[in-house]
């Protein structure tokens, strides 16, 4: 593997500081044999741990990794060396590196942790609770009563005046309470739309841009051509907010910007972090998300040799990916790995392997190297199309100590999921099983993401994390202290509006009944009202805008969304929440303005009396089959249409001179006899539901 070395010799502004830590470095390494950074500049050779060489450029401190605690080094005659012998260094390919001294040489610096990550156990609770980052371990006893200092390695070979030292912790104080504010301004909940910009081929096919964004607006409208029941065209505008809206203009950095950059402090002070894309195959979700952890692990190495320097914080990244429900190592060579959940109920992919880095070079190799094995599979919209959820871990461990003599247990991460393509989950009704498994899986996580997210957002006690694999991978993403970010990807093209359409929903519907947010987007919406201006048929406006909604609930209202739409049947979109659609503003009965869905109600019963506790499976099973309706609701409508046009078909017939009576009056007869046989069908399908809810006491309101 390509690894190490190339970071080096980059200058920058931080590297007077990155010098100066890196003779810190020097000195508490070698104990007091105080060697001048200079010794180190003149190296000129990196190489892999065991011997082969990767590199020959010039190591100088100013990109040196700083951790004194990452590795450590000791004198093998005039030669600085790892106190590992090179011979019991497991080779590359199985992925162990650590950085140390040969010669003058400087070798490869990640480390492999231990083959069992077990995602759930990790005991977050390893710093004292009296520890706080933002107050640090270097200003504050201890529960153990020992400062810092005292196992500051520092501190035995500092130069610095107390003074000085005064200083630094000033500013690392100055440091930490900008981080803190920061973290208070996080939104625990953050959606994020990014319009990716027409490609060639959508030019080619002349299809047109139909999202327009208003500059410094975090709103967008999507124009969508429909056409009435008498073939007549005409728009219909979609309107949508979100926390930000970013245009085909904005770059990779302004993303990151806008996304992770907040989020990223908070992991080190126990936030658990998910950083997602959603949208259809091409729409932009691995451009957009490819650069986010490298841009996330240069910050956080930057806070880690910084801010937070002496800590003892250390850096790990795995990358796995969730293809047809089974999840595969993307850094060991697609391995596939399992997943145990223990007595604890905590779940462990086993043999998920992590690699311990200390710079963005090996960081980038590695995410190349996951990029290349991950699996691809040929669809009809884009040949590169990925069928897999893909999960990038970062995570913040820490021993004890703060030495590396203990186990480092996780303090925080971040992780950043690429999603499968969204319409993928539409494959449900593809001729090939597999692909049809596939489809059930990618659709079942993407429902199972949203409702975690949501239950998280609601503080709901009961997180429907066993939908899925995805959801029970991420399953320490969603307790505790959280942010999420999703992004949702768009593509610009007519061609694409329906699938642009559910991605929005989706994001609308990850983002709505949060709390905080109703209220402040009623009122921002509410001065925008009548959003739409198509003129849309009753018929026409409750037209579905898609078909693989069936399958993918993009849509999918919760009890709320459901007495909307039954007391606005002519409204046809539901745009973010608390839109006030048309001039006509939905009056809520009071049930619903508490935001008090039926899961919340559920999870509270939940909490509330043990003894009538629902599982999870019920709950998703309930979940499940409010999909199914809302999917047979959409059918019969769609049904209905054909109907529609066939009576008007059937008309027309009938107004041609010598139309004969008989053949009108049978089709009539079958057209009328379907059209009943379609809404007693879904009468009877409602009125199951309405028992189950009856069954599980979550019946909202007698209006259903
Ligand atoms: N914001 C953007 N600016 C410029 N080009 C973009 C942008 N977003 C996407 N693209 C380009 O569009 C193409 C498709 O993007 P990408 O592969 O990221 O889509 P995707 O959503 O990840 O698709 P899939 O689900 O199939 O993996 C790529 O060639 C990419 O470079």
Known sequence: MNVVGRRIGKQNSTAHHQRQHSDDFIRSAFNGKCL???????????????GKRVSKKSPEPAALPISSRSF???????????????????PISSRSMSLRMNGDKYVAYSELSPSLLDLYSFDTELLPEAYNIYEGYGLQKSAQGKSFNDFDPYQSTDRFSNRARGMAENNVLKSISVDKERANNVAKIKVVVRKRPLNKKEVAKKEEDIITILSNSNSLAVHEKKLKVDLTEYVEKHEFLFDAVLNEDVSNEKVYSETVEPIVPLIFNRTKATCFAYGQTGSGKTYTMQPLPLKASQDILRLMYHSYRNQGFQLFVSFFEIYGGKVFDLLNDRRKLFMREDGKQQVCIVGLQEYKVLDVETIKELI???????????TGANEESSRSHAILQLAIKRSADGSEKKPAKLVGKISFIDLAGSERGADTTDNDKQTRMEGAEINKSLLALKECIRALDNDQGHIPFRGSKLTEVLRDSFVGDSRTVMISC????????????NTLRYADRVKSLS?????????????SSNLRDSTALPLASSLPTDTFEDIIPDNKPRWSDRIERDMSPFKVDRVASGRVEGNVSVTYPDYYMGQKSGLNRMAEDDLDHSEETNSDDDLNALLKEEEDLVSAHRRQVEHTIEIVREEMNLLAEADQPGNQLDNYISKLSAILSH?????????????RFQKRLNEYNVLISSGI
Do not use: W
């Not at 004198?75 to 260094?89: I, L």
């Not at 768009?490 to 359409?501: K, Y």
């Not at 709390?515 to 001065?527: E, I, P, Q, T, V």
């Open 36 to 50: 001048q950074s200079s010794d180190f500049r003149s190296s000129q050779e990196f190489e892999i741990y065991g």
């Open 72 to 90: 450590s080094l000791r004198m093998n005659g005039d030669k600085y060396v790892s106190p590992e012998p090179a011979a019991a260094a497991p």
């Open 368 to 378: 190349e190297r996951g990029n290349a094995t991950r699996s691809t599979g040929t």
């Open 490 to 501: 768009i593509s610009p093209s007519s061609g694409s509006c329906e699938h642009t359409l």
């Open 515 to 527: 709390k905080g947010n109703n209220a402040a987007k009623k009122d921002s919406l509410s001065s």
């Open 675 to 687: 059209k009943a046989a379609g809404i007693l069908q879904l009468q009877n399908r409602l009125a």
